[in-house]
């Protein structure tokens, strides 16, 4: 009811006992929602306050006035406004009938209007009936707004009533949500006697005449009421500071609920994508470790030696792991049976890497899905702002940290410790190569094709392992518009080797030197550990 007619009935007054004979100073705006005007006595003139402030909250969804004797002004992201009427004295505050608006009357002629419509709330300057200024430049319709229309009269006799079959809406469409849940608790509704009803209707204006201001929380919504509620948060005979008190509960509510949401949109992407890794890495072990492991073929061809002729593509041979079973084993034509041994030797080897390193992932993974979790459930838990913000600094997730990550112009992921990077777009490619490479990174990118920029990050004195350049590479590939083709050549090149020239559109760069292998398109969310 902060808006309420009949809250502004008993605010208004107290505006005008403050502001009256007092001169405009400054208006400014720090946010684009919300006016700072600062009413100051004239120089020498001891009989006023030194200075008052109200700051008119317009928000889409939520519109206020806050108000204090004094207020420090940033120097930064401030703007001066209402300029035109700088130095008007304050001559009068008038609310309009049955509307959720005032206005303050200076004595040059100007008059500050505001309209608090909800959504559609608005602080509107003008130059006699002129609006000449508006705070919400989107309300275009406020333009052809005339002060003098504002008033609106109703009949609101109890023959007014009657005649509308007892529809009290049609004659008080000013009470609003929380007085019509009042009426409805005292059993408004359930009477039929129209005598009966309106004699609640003339107590309810009663008390709306003669509150006693509460800040409440219904339904996980903060309110002000101004009529009786049981275990109200706060109680005020004053209407400035039960609108100071409303102001700030529901500020710090919706400041709690934004504040929330961002951490927890971030929590939840993480323990998503933690999910998927755990998915997708327990599965990769499970196909390495059933069947027949690349050390097993090896020992097998071994074995077999005389056996297998020259330039097989397969061979079938007897699996003594398991008895009275032939197993079929893939092989490289171009080089002899030992070679392949040796070949399936160093897969073997790589496999163990990979599958401790998977294990290691793993385990670091399962650990950050239990903090993720845990995380979750304090957020949800905590109700206090300041309790809060104090979690999220001391847990190192503070929004500050999420939109840093928002502006990086590339997807970060490690592939058995190696970094790899993914450009976005084309404008983020050439962040990417241009701010955030170095000379021995790896630089990828499929041929003829447009695609993402991949970069594998060097380590000082780490090798590039083949598996994880194909990775790489595997990554371009699918990043890129040849990701359906079942081969995709990519270029692979130190990044001291491409570079920006002048006049190229974005993600477009020259290769002076290269190198061209064929690889599988790989998606990163089955294969990838997120940095």
Known sequence: MQNNFYFLCQLIPAIKEKIVGLKLMEAFSQDKDELMLCFAAARGDKSHYNEFYIKAAVYPRFSCLYFSESFHRAKRNTVSLLENAYDGTVVDVIQYENERCFSINFDNGFTLLFKLFGSRSNIILFEEEQPIFLFNKKL??????????????????YEDFVNAAGNYKKLFPTFGKVVAAYLEKQGFEDSTDLLKKWELITHTLEIL??????????????????????????????????????????SQSGYLFEDKTVALRKLLKEKKQTDAYLDSSYKRLERI???????????????????????????????????NQLVEIKLKPDISPQKNAEWYYRKAKNEKIETDKLTENINLREQKLFEITEYIETINEIDNLKELRRYLKESGLMKDSIAQDKLLPFNKFTVNGFEIWVGKNAKSNDKLIQQHSYKEDLWMHARDAAGSHVLLKYQSGKPFPKHVIETAAGVAAYNSKRRTEGLVPVIVTPKKFVRKAKGLAPGQVIVDKEEVIIV???????????A
């Open 520 to 530: 599988e398109p790989v998606s990163l969310k089955d294969i990838a550990e997120t």
């Open 140 to 157: 275009e319709a406020d333009h052809a707004l005339k002060i003098s229309n504002l008033n609106r009269l109703l009949p609101q006799s």
């Open 209 to 250: 005449r003669n509150p006693t201001y509460q800040v409440i929380e219904s339904d996980g919504e903060f309110n002000l009421s101004l009529v009786p509620y049981e275990n109200p948060l706060s109680t005020f005979e004053n209407p400035i500071e039960a609108s100071n008190a409303f102001f700030i509960k529901y």
């Open 289 to 323: 470790e059933e069947g027949l492991s690349n050390e097993q073929r090896g020992h097998l061809i071994m074995a077999n030696m005389h056996q297998i002729e020259e330039r097989l593509e397969s061979v079938a041979l007897e699996n003594f792991y398991e008895e």
